[in-house]
């Protein structure tokens, strides 16, 4: 029951997620992040479905393809008059090399068939991880400017470019909040190899899984940097330690 990801509970975190920062962050850009990743979440569940059934379609094509070449070999096989000895060496080595290329083609033409379903669902699996590598660089483009350093110095004069001040608390939980998108990211990208078994897609969804990782590793480095600034005190922000955040 606790062994495999439910893409239900995946779409409900993620809508739960983007109203709690919407709620907190009201018109900002990270909250149009969570709302573009539930709709992700949602297509991930059919995606996933998708790369989990059988395609008997394209199976029947495969093998249809397979077995019309067999034929073909072993009709052309039984329709050559084999010699019992050959003239020359030349002419043994010519007669080998054209029935081995014969051979090889046939190998390669049916491995090329037999694998159509599962390249085809690789391709698309790629296609959607390439989707979750792009909102998890942009996750890091709307944390990158929360230096929390700038608590530390003057407040700027006025409220340059209008952006609306942001309070050492708030940052914590903007972070946070980037935070547990990666961690949905990654939950979404294991989804798509839970039922479907391809080495090409696990390693990037290990790749995916990597990043956001590496990302949240950062973000936690600014949130324990942002507990030690507020610490001595007491945790409480003044308006001289707000800083500003892009909506």
């Not at 294991?190 to 790749?207: I, K, M, P």
């Amino acid at each position: 029951m606790y062994r495999s990801l439910n893409p239900a509970k995946i779409i409900q975190t993620c809508r739960e997620a983007q109203t709690r920062i919407a709620e907190r962050f009201p018109g900002s850009g990270l909250s149009r992040v969570a709302g573009e990743l539930v709709t992700v979440s949602e297509q991930a569940e059919s995606l996933s479905n998708w790369l989990a059934k059988p395609h008997w379609a394209l199976r029947v094509a495969a093998g249809t393809g397979i077995a019309a070449m067999l034929t073909v070999l072993l009709g052309a096989f039984l329709s050559v008059h084999l010699k019992p000895t050959f003239s020359s060496i030349a002419e043994f080595l010519q007669g080998s090399e054209a029935a081995i290329n014969e051979v090889v083609f046939i190998g390669i033409a049916s491995v090329f068939l037999f694998t159509l379903e599962d390249r085809l669902k690789r391709r698309r699996a790629l296609k959607a991880l390439h989707v979750l590598r792009s909102l998890s660089h942009i996750i890091d483009m709307h944390q990158i400017t929360k230096d929390p350093e700038r608590l530390t110095l003057a407040a700027p004069a006025g409220n340059a470019g209008g952006k609306r001040p942001l309070a050492p608390s708030e940052l914590i939980r903007y972070l946070d909040s980037c935070t547990d998108l990666l961690s949905l990211i990654s939950k979404i990208a294991a989804l798509y190899v839970q039922r479907f078994d391809d080495s090409g897609t696990l390693a990037a969804v290990n790749e995916v899984e990597n990043l956001t990782n590496g990302l949240a590793r950062k973000i936690w480095q600014k949130i324990v940097i942002l507990d030690r600034i507020l610490a001595p005190a007491g945790g409480r922000a003044g308006p001289e330690n707000e800083i500003s955040r892009p909506v």
